[in-house]
């Protein structure tokens, strides 16, 4: 793929914490000037306790987060018990690795498994696989990496690190022309996932999410 083709943009995040990780992403998928989704779901789920942030094109790492997760799937259903982050995450890493000449895919892969607890792995679109408490991707991770780096610190609680990883996307929308939306913030812990949406400082936006809730909860579109 030439880069000059691709205009999208976009901002994840994942923290780990004492006892788990919150992932967080805006929502908007975008091309050059055009808006084509405004309240994409880019926490995507690999397994009950596994999921990853997607950025890049939209459809490839769709592609890439449906191929990963059927792997682990079958992993799971073949040794009979849950997958680990890690190895997630190297299937990741080989996937965009042998693909990195066509592929435009930078994912976060974050989770929580029995042997190493919460994780957060870094896969950038070079196919390298990076362990850190802290990653941040996207266009709008140039934006807030300074902020994020000042205020994390090892062993943060969960509702502090929720509003650690809350603050950083939507101070990425505000000065990231390619990043808006609404923000999604997700909790995995030993008992799963909970995920929520948090646009609190738009009313627009709050008018449309609770739109999307009541849907989502009562089946009407």
Not at 159 to 168: D, I, M, R, Y
Not at 173 to 188: E, K, L, N
Request: with cysteine; glycine share 10%.
């Amino acid at each position: 793929m030439d880069n000059c083709d691709y205009f999208g943009g976009t901002t994840i995040i994942a923290v780990e914490f004492d006892g788990g990780v919150v992932m967080g992403a805006d929502s908007r998928t975008s091309c050059r000037t055009y808006v084509s989704n405004r309240s994409a779901d880019k926490l995507t789920r690999i397994t009950d306790h596994i999921y990853c942030c997607r950025s890049g094109s939209a459809s490839q790492t769709q592609t890439l987060a449906n191929t990963v997760a059927y792997a682990m799937n079958y992993y799971e259903c073949s040794v009979g018990e849950p997958a680990l982050v890690r190895d997630a995450a190297v299937h990741f890493r080989n996937k965009i690795y042998e693909s990195r000449q066509s592929m435009m895919a930078s994912i976060i892969v974050a989770g929580w498994d029995r042997c190493h607890g919460g994780q957060v792995y870094s896969v950038p679109i070079s196919g390298l696989m990076v362990h850190e408490p802290c990653a941040v991707a996207g266009s709008g991770a140039a934006y807030i990496q300074g902020f994020v780096t000042a205020h994390y610190r090892p062993g943060m609680q969960q509702a502090e690190t929720v509003e650690l990883v809350k603050s950083a996307v939507q101070l990425a929308i505000q000065h990231d022309c390619s990043s808006g939306g609404i923000v999604r913030v997700g909790v995995i812990n030993e008992y799963g996932m909970d995920a929520c949406i948090c646009c609190d400082k738009d009313p627009e936006m709050v008018k449309y999410a609770n739109t999307i809730l009541w849907n989502l909860e009562f089946g009407v579109w």
